[in-house]
Structure formats: structure tokens, C-alpha cells
């Protein structure tokens, strides 16, 4: 019994991996999120202790300051009358 020269020998190829699935892509939107949540709620260290008066804008004006009528913002206002 021999072979005849005209056998082709066949080789098995492995499947083509299959793409994600919806599923495992929604399991792993739900681990990433509950892993930024844990990330939050967990101690970030010692913090330096600012005082109050630190704590004010430095910038702020002293006289009051606030919201002003100036001419720049009377001529915002003319433009955007209907």
C-alpha cells in the first residue's frame, strides 16, 4: 500500500479570532467605570491646611468692585436688542 504521488497533505489552520462582542465591550465599560468610582472615593493623602484668609481671591477689589455700567458693556447691550 503505498501513497500516490499525487496525495496532498492537509494542514488545519487555526480560526480567525473572533472580533469583540458587544457584550465583553459593556463588561468592560462597567469594570472601568466602577474603577474610576473606587479611584474617587479613595483617600488622597495629606492635605496642607490653608487658612480662611488665604482662601479669599487676592485679586478681589477692595472698594466694592462688582459688576460695572461701562461704556464697553452699554455697547454690548445696543447690539443685542431685537
Given at each position: 500500500?503505498?501513497?500516490s504521488?499525487?496525495?496532498?497533505?492537509?494542514?488545519?489552520?487555526?480560526?480567525?479570532?473572533s472580533?469583540v462582542?458587544?457584550?465583553?465591550?459593556?463588561a468592560?465599560a462597567g469594570v472601568?467605570?466602577?474603577?474610576?468610582a473606587?479611584?474617587?472615593l479613595?483617600?488622597?493623602g495629606?492635605?496642607?491646611?490653608?487658612?480662611?484668609?488665604?482662601?479669599?481671591?487676592?485679586?478681589a477689589?477692595?472698594s466694592g468692585?462688582g459688576?460695572?455700567?461701562?461704556?464697553?458693556?452699554?455697547?454690548y447691550?445696543?447690539?443685542?436688542?431685537?
Amino acid at each position: 500500500m503505498s501513497k500516490s504521488p499525487n496525495t496532498v497533505a492537509t494542514t488545519t489552520t487555526p480560526a480567525p479570532s473572533s472580533p469583540v462582542s458587544r457584550r465583553g465591550v459593556v463588561a468592560g465599560a462597567g469594570v472601568a467605570g466602577a474603577a474610576a468610582a473606587a479611584a474617587m472615593l479613595l483617600p488622597r493623602g495629606v492635605q496642607e491646611a490653608v487658612p480662611a484668609t488665604a482662601a479669599a481671591a487676592p485679586d478681589a477689589p477692595k472698594s466694592g468692585g462688582g459688576y460695572q455700567l461701562t461704556e464697553h458693556v452699554l455697547r454690548y447691550y445696543s447690539t443685542t436688542r431685537v
